[in-house]
């Protein structure tokens, strides 16, 4: 069995963007939409950290913000649940996971719709803990090199899912997290507007078995 959201819809592709520190994809993704690269609008954004830099960044562009703090809620459950609400509200096709950083528990409703982008090339350094400088900092220190970062469909495991594309750059012998990091990100703006347009087309969708 295969899931995907319907692209037949008279109308953009509905983005749910889910942040949880300075919104960077976010903007990037936003960009893409305004200069007519990518085919969608973004319906609303949502931080689990009302101290996210991303949602001053969100409210400044002009998008539809919401916080939902995983500190306010006793369970992963309940915490999921309260996304969701948030999510069936603003009838979104695809989520956006973009440096979301809490755990969630995906309804069967949404799987096949719900991607995630990681700044490795996976199943490499990703997993629990496996976040910004940290994975650049286990990349360089394994002495990789090469890394990039892979967009692939969530579920409900870190970093597990059926991967869409992954894009791959150098890792220089004088490189810090930093820097990497910068190289990666490069990667990651073309990476995930590229995994929405396979979406969208078709290309690819979410194979439950």
Excluded at 26 to 31: I, S
Excluded at 107 to 129: A, C, D, Q, T, W
Aim: proline share 4%; with cysteine; hydrophobic share 40%.
């Amino acid at each position: 069995m295969t899931l995907s959201f319907d692209a037949s819809a008279d109308r953009p592709t509905r983005l749910g963007i889910f942040i949880s520190g300075g919104g960077t994809t976010m903007l990037n993704l936003a960009e893409q939409i305004k200069a007519g690269k990518l085919d969608a609008e973004i319906g609303v954004v949502i931080s689990s950290r009302a101290d996210a830099a991303g949602v001053a960044r969100a409210q400044q562009t002009g998008l539809a913000t919401h916080v939902v703090s995983r500190k306010d809620y006793a369970s992963v459950e309940a915490f999921s649940d309260a996304v969701w609400q948030v999510v069936d509200r603003y009838e979104i096709d695809l989520v956006c996971m973009a440096g979301f950083l809490s755990l969630l528990r995906i309804p069967e409703r949404y799987l096949g719709r719900v991607m995630n982008i990681h700044p490795s090339l996976l199943p490499k350094f990703g997993g629990k803990g496996m976040f910004g400088r940290h994975v650049h900092e286990a990349v360089i220190a394994a002495g990789e090199s090469e890394s990039g970062c892979t967009v692939h469909f969530a579920n409900n495991a870190y970093d597990q899912g059926p991967i869409i594309l992954q894009r791959r750059c150098p890792v220089l012998p004088d490189d810090t997290a930093e820097t990497l990091a910068e190289r990666v990100f490069e990667q990651e703006c073309l990476a995930y507007p590229e995994a929405i347009r396979m979406i969208q087309s078709g290309e690819v969708r979410y194979d439950i078995g």
